[in-house]
């Protein structure tokens, strides 16, 4: 089992900053990849980024790509989103998943899921 919790959600105005972590423990080691998603009302969850262990190769959505960053810290077992220049469709529920090597950018790929933190943009 692998247990994610993410922190760091909040309110901001458009064009402000947030930076989201995702802490994992319990058999990390079994897991290759990292990913971000989010989903506004209404909406289905869509990918954001994700980012693997072994070589922190990085892949993002291209609504996100050149704003946000995925970065990892290996000896916390943590995750980092780092959100700039934030805009109103940015808001949404943004969660952190757990997958193998194959896993991409579709949900169903992710096997364990955080409970997910609430990022509001507000214009």
């Known amino acids: 089992q692998v247990q994610l919790v993410e922190s760091g959600g909040g309110l901001v105005q458009a064009g402000g900053s947030l930076r989201l972590s995702c802490a994992a423990s319990g058999r990390t080691s079994s897991m290759s990849t990292m990913g971000w998603f989010r989903q506004a009302p209404g909406k289905e969850r869509e990918f954001v980024s994700r980012?693997?262990?072994?070589?922190?190769?990085?892949d993002y959505a291209h609504t996100v790509k050149g704003r946000f960053t995925i970065s990892r810290d290996d000896a916390k077992n943590t995750v980092f989103l780092q959100m700039n220049s934030l805009k109103p469709e940015d808001t949404a529920v943004y969660y952190c998943?757990?997958?193998?090597?194959?896993?991409?950018?579709?949900?169903?790929?992710?096997?364990?899921w955080g409970q997910g933190t609430q990022v509001t943009v507000s214009s």
């Open positions: 980012i693997t262990w072994r070589d922190a190769s990085t």
């Open positions: 998943a757990a997958g193998g090597a194959d896993a991409g950018q579709t949900a169903g790929e992710y096997v364990y």
